[in-house]
């Protein structure tokens, strides 16, 4: 996966149709309705937030135009102006792409600056919403074992800080 970066600070990038792993165009695949192609893709987000543009797609320059004035503007302003129709599906990946970068803003916060005290309900919350973003679980044991996990981690650091 080569994506070319094209804005660091709004976490845009760009790439080809042929850039995309087989695991990646089949997930795209399934969730649409029969007979799509690839070629329909506009904009997809990683799980970090990074928002990638599909470079070959006819309209790139009118979607990365959108993209940037989207990610750009506060939420109110996102209401106000409204989207633009054709853009429905596009926006919903961007709102997903800015809850993610909220998440893990959080989470990195958490880990890296908290981690030796003891957490509130809020911040642990905050935690158990990240681990639910960033794994696709299809059963209780494994989100339950991921937050064992955070715990251990948190129980750790606290040993050490005595």
């Avoid at 790439?15 to 309705?33: M, P, R, S, V, Y």
């Avoid at 106000?80 to 990946?93: D, K, N, S």
Wanted: aromatic share 12%; net charge negative; glycine share 6%.
């Amino acid at each position: 996966m080569s994506y070319e970066e094209i804005n660091r600070d709004l976490m845009m990038k760009k790439c080809n149709i042929t850039d995309l792993t087989l695991g990646q165009a089949q997930h795209f695949l399934k969730q649409w309705e029969e007979g799509a192609t690839l070629s329909t893709l506009t904009v997809f987000c990683e799980k970090d937030g990074t928002v990638v543009l599909n470079a070959d797609h006819p309209c790139y320059e009118t979607f990365k135009s959108f993209v940037e004035a989207y990610l750009s503007a506060d939420e109110e302003s996102r209401a106000a102006a409204g989207i633009p129709e054709g853009m429905e599906e596009t926006a919903r990946v961007l709102d997903k792409a800015v809850e993610l970068r909220k998440v893990y803003k959080g989470v990195d916060m958490n880990i890296l600056g908290f981690g030796q005290k003891t957490l509130p309900y809020e911040e642990v919350e905050r935690i158990a919403d990240a681990v639910k973003q960033y794994h696709h679980f299809s059963s209780v044991n494994f989100w339950m074992r991921k937050m064992f996990q955070f715990g251990y981690v948190y129980g750790k650091r606290a040993e050490r800080a005595r």
